[in-house]
T-cell receptor
Framework: KAGVTQTPRYLIKTRGQQVTLSCSPI?????VSWYQQTPGQGLQFLFE???????NKGNFPGRFSGRQFSNSRSEMNVSTLELGDSALYLC?????????????FGQGTRLTVV | DQQVKQNSPSLSVQEGRISILNCDYT??????FLWYKKYPAEGPTFLIS?????DKNEDGRFTVFLNKSAKHLSLHIVPSQPGDSAVYFC??????????????FGKGTLLTVNP
């Protein structure tokens, strides 16, 4: 069974640009969550999608958005990039929901904003 | 306001000894707790979990203890091995509408097991 796949692994963007990150969950998993990891803040919850609907949202500005497709693949978009958006972005999938059951994480996308 | 706190950024232990990683939480609504391990350049890997109706869960060398009155949980690794060296994240979940869940993470503790 393939694991959670995130693409790209590394990305360098300049301030003001926008970026789209992709996540393919484990086959059969319907929940996809996104987290931002920075050295000072640990892992912070961005949002969760289940069956193409956003169910939970963290405390991030509207520049951070996402969506989920019918095949459960998810994309995360960040517009008007700021230097502070540099982080490791992690995607996690689970069958029902990442909080109540074991969540499987991808390797992450390392975003650097210059 | 940080709802899950790991107050020790790092911990160093000798191989074969016990490693104890601690985690405190403030939200009494949390009903499920998990520990994840993370190596550099990899995503977190699930280790062990515990429901709020239990006070202990054991899986091989890993045991998680939950003290609800103190809002405290700990992960014990016995015996510690050099391969256990990683960042350990404590996480908690709160039910938010129906069967929805989300994870709230601590900032992590870097465990170093010395040979």
């Amino acid at each position: 069974k393939a694991g959670v796949t995130q693409t790209p692994r590394y990305l360098i963007k300049t301030r003001g640009q926008q970026v789209t990150l992709s996540c393919s969950p484990i086959s059969g998993h319907r929940s996809v969550s996104w987290y931002q990891q920075t050295p000072g803040q640990g892992l912070q919850f961005l949002f969760e999608y289940f069956s193409e609907t956003q169910r939970n949202k963290g405390n991030f500005p509207g520049r951070f958005s996402g969506r989920q497709f019918s095949n459960s693949r998810s994309e995360m978009n960040v517009s008007t990039l700021e230097l502070g958006d540099s982080a490791l972005y992690l995607c996690a999938s689970s069958f029902k929901g990442t909080g109540g059951t074991e969540a499987f994480f991808g390797q992450g996308t390392r975003l650097t904003v210059v | 306001d940080q709802q899950v706190k790991q107050n020790s950024p790092s911990l160093s232990v000798q191989e074969g000894r016990i490693s104890i990683l601690n985690c405190d939480y403030t939200n009494s609504m949390f009903d499920y707790f998990l520990w994840y391990k993370k190596y550099p350049a990899e995503g977190p890997t699930f280790l062990i979990s515990i429901s709020s109706i239990k006070d202990k869960n054991e899986d091989g060398r890993f045991t998680v203890f939950l003290n609800k009155s103190a809002k405290h949980l700990s992960l014990h690794i016995v015996p510690s091995q050099p391969g256990d060296s990683a960042v350990y994240f404590c996480a908690a979940s709160v039910r938010s509408g129906g069967s929805n869940y989300k994870l709230t993470f601590g900032k992590g503790t870097l465990l170093t097991v010395n040979p």
